[in-house]
C-alpha cells in the first residue's frame, strides 16, 4: 500500500527566510510518480510539480525547488526567500504502478505555510 | 474550457437526506475521481474512474455510490447523509491516470446536521 507522511503540521516563517517542507513516502513499487499540490486559502487546489520515480534530478522553477532522494523515501520542497503569497496548505502525493489501469492518488495530510511579513 | 465544474457550491443537509453532487470536465478525460477533505486527513480518495462505465472504490466510499455513464459527468451519491461527512468535495479529472497532473473542481463544502 503506498503512504505519504508530511511529518509539519504548521510551519511559520518570516518573509524572506527560507522554508523546507519535508514529504517522505512509502511504496512497494519501482515506478511511481510524486507531486506537490498547493492549497492558497482560496482553496483550490493548484498543481505544482510531477516527478518519476527515474528521475532522482533535483528541479528548480524559480523560488521553487525540489529535492527528490530515494535512498531516504522523500520529496522535499524548498521555497527559497519565501513571499506572503507563498502562505498556502501544500501537498505531497504519490501515484504507483502497482495496480496498472488502476492507479490511485495519495496524499498526505498537509503542511501549512504561513509567511509573516 | 471550463476545466472541472462542481456543483453545488455549498450545500447543507439533514441526517438522512439524499443527495447528489455533480462533476463535469470539458477536456475529455478519461479518469475522474472523488476526494474528501477533512481538518489534518489531507485529501482521501472515495471513489474513481478509467473510463465511461467503469469505476473502483477508493479508500473511503462507504456510503457513497458513483456512476460514469459519459466521459464528461461523474455524480456523486449520498445515499443516507450522515454527519460523519461533513466535509470539502473535490473533483478531479487527468487524461487517463492517477500518474498524471490532476486538474481539480473548486469544491463543493457540505454540512450534514
Known amino acids: 500500500a503506498q503512504k505519504v507522511t508530511q511529518a509539519q503540521t504548521e510551519i511559520s516563517v518570516v518573509e524572506k527566510e527560507d522554508v523546507t517542507l519535508d514529504c517522505v513516502y512509502e511504496?512497494?513499487?519501482?515506478?511511481?510518480?510524486l507531486f506537490w499540490y498547493k492549497q492558497p486559502p482560496s482553496g483550490e487546489l493548484v498543481f505544482l510539480i510531477r516527478r518519476n520515480s527515474f528521475d532522482e534530478q533535483n528541479e528548480i522553477s524559480g523560488r521553487y525547488s525540489w529535492n527528490f532522494q530515494k535512498s531516504t523515501s522523500s520529496f522535499n520542497f524548498t521555497i527559497t526567500a519565501s513571499q506572503v503569497v507563498d502562505s498556502a496548505v501544500y501537498f505531497c502525493?504519490?501515484?504507483?504502478?502497482?495496480?496498472?489501469?488502476?492507479?490511485?492518488?495519495?496524499f498526505g495530510t498537509g503542511t501549512r505555510l504561513t509567511i509573516i511579513p | 474550457n471550463a476545466g472541472v465544474t462542481q456543483t453545488p457550491k455549498f450545500q447543507v443537509l439533514k441526517t438522512g437526506q439524499s443527495m447528489t453532487l455533480q462533476c463535469a470536465q470539458d477536456?475529455?478525460?478519461?479518469?475522474m475521481s472523488w476526494y474528501r477533505q477533512d481538518p489534518g486527513m489531507g485529501l482521501r480518495l472515495i471513489h474513481y474512474?478509467?473510463?465511461?462505465?467503469?469505476?473502483d472504490q477508493g479508500e473511503v466510499p462507504n456510503g457513497y455510490n458513483v456512476s460514469r455513464s459519459t466521459t464528461e459527468d461523474f455524480p456523486l451519491r449520498l445515499l443516507s447523509a450522515a454527519p460523519s461527512q461533513t466535509s470539502v468535495y473535490f473533483c478531479?479529472?487527468?487524461?487517463?491516470?492517477?500518474?498524471?497532473?490532476?486538474?481539480f473542481g473548486p469544491g463543493t463544502r457540505l454540512t450534514v446536521t
Open positions: 511504496t512497494r513499487d519501482t515506478t511511481y510518480y
Open positions: 502525493a504519490l501515484s504507483d504502478f502497482f495496480n496498472f489501469g488502476n492507479e490511485k492518488l495519495t
Open positions: 474512474s478509467v473510463g465511461a462505465g467503469i469505476t
Open positions: 478531479a479529472s487527468s487524461y487517463s491516470g492517477a500518474t498524471e497532473e490532476q486538474y
Open positions: 477536456m475529455n478525460h478519461e479518469y
